[in-house]
């Protein structure tokens, strides 16, 4: 998976599985990272997170080309509580408390 900040604050990520290559863009909704509880969370990671979690759900060819990552729990409501996991442990001291 390769992600890239763009120039309109969105993230393009590439996702290849075998031969297919998906390209997605993705908006992180300021202050995202405060809803999910960690409040440090660059969007970078942020995005990351979230496409590990997508991914071990269903192929990048099924996810959405645009979107933002808060409508992620509309398809799969277990994103707020189980997102956290897919950060990084140096991601993960970011949490408050």
Do not use: C, N
């Amino acid at each position: 998976m390769l992600v890239s900040a763009q120039d309109d604050g969105s993230y393009l990520v590439k996702v290849r599985d075998g031969r297919v290559e998906t390209s997605h863009v993705v908006a992180v909704p300021p202050g995202w990272g405060a809803v999910l509880g960690v409040p440090g969370a660059s969007g970078d990671e942020l995005v990351r997170a979230s496409f590990a979690f997508l991914l071990e759900r269903e192929p990048g060819t099924s996810v959405l080309p645009r979107f933002s990552l808060e409508v992620i729990e509309r398809y799969f409501p277990e994103y707020r509580a189980e997102v956290l996991r897919y950060l990084s442990p140096d991601q993960r001291h970011l949490r408050p408390g």
